[in-house]
DNA sequence: ATGGCTTCATAGTGAAGA
């Protein structure tokens, strides 16, 4: 089955290129971040029309993140246990017997933030929850916009974003934090093409210059690694009329879905 | 150049994103 992730930065506004996007690439489960809708707004008919059951977290403005699939979607899960958050920022969920775990992390602002403390300890208490997450679901699959770019080659320019959120030495310990537990980048299990990004700024022309960085990323439990075939980014929404800053990422995992 | 663009919000001297 196919797994994909996609911040679409506005589930209203975006909801055109999603149904477009499904219609191409209709994958088995699709984590969206940044819907920045209230559960009461969430097109849940229009997407079960479309062949999608959902499950959803969301508010006004800011954050939100759901869950999308083709297949029944059972014990959901909302937000970090035990990590009081008002924002909705992760929802995990069990389909065909994989533990899918969708996570808008924080993006931290700047290094001297508030916000960049609040997504240290945010990483630390996910680190904590998916130890114990990985232990009840061996089959786990963590997917998101981590804002997080894991290697200098995930950066267009690293020397001109040293400094700066996203790329710093504690956000990229956290994410080899998560590694650590045991799960793979699949985008890096497979060869890939230089320069590959999942995010471009929206100004200076970023994307026609291919100035991004790769900081949406889905990374898999030892279990499903073996049955991973492929892992890619997905840059045709990005050159759409009113695109998305962010784009899809997709995997392919080989098991067999009644389990 | 602390800018640029996009969103949601409100009608701001805006806030936040990445």
């Not at 009081?84 to 992390?105: F, M």
């Not at 995930?154 to 710093?168: E, I, Q, R, Y």
Request: with cysteine; hydrophobic share 40%; aromatic share 8%.
């Amino acid at each position: 089955m196919r797994l994909a992730t996609w911040n679409v930065n506005s589930l209203k506004v975006r909801l055109p290129h999603l149904l477009e996007w499904l219609v191409a690439n209709p994958v088995e489960v699709i984590c969206l971040q940044e819907t920045k809708q209230q559960d009461t707004d969430f097109p849940q008919e229009t997407l079960q029309e479309a062949g999608y059951n959902s499950v959803f977290s969301g508010q006004k403005t800011y954050n939100g993140v759901a869950i999308l699939s083709r297949s029944p979607i059972s014990e959901v899960q909302f937000g970090i246990p035990d990590f009081v958050d008002e924002q909705k920022r992760v929802i995990a969920a069990t389909i065909n017997g994989v533990r899918v775990v969708c996570v808008y992390i924080p993006n931290g602002q700047s290094l001297d933030s508030d916000k960049y403390q609040y997504k240290l300890k945010w990483l630390s208490a996910l680190n904590r929850w998916l130890a114990l997450e990985l232990h009840k679901h061996p089959k786990l699959a963590l997917l998101g916009d981590y804002n997080i770019a894991p290697e200098d080659r995930d950066v267009h320019d690293p020397a001109g974003w040293v400094g700066n959120v996203l790329v710093s030495e504690p956000e990229r310990a956290a994410f080899q934090g998560l590694l650590q537990l045991g799960l793979r980048d699949s985008f890096r299990m497979f060869e890939q093409a230089d320069k590959a990004y999942s995010w471009w700024d929206y100004r200076m022309m970023a994307f026609r210059r291919n100035m991004g960085l790769r900081i949406d990323h889905i990374l898999i439990s030892e279990a499903l690694t073996k049955h991973c075939t492929s892992c890619v980014i997905d840059k045709a929404p990005r050159k759409l009329e009113r695109p998305s800053d962010h784009t899809p990422v997709v995997a392919e995992i080989q098991i067999d879905k009644e389990k």
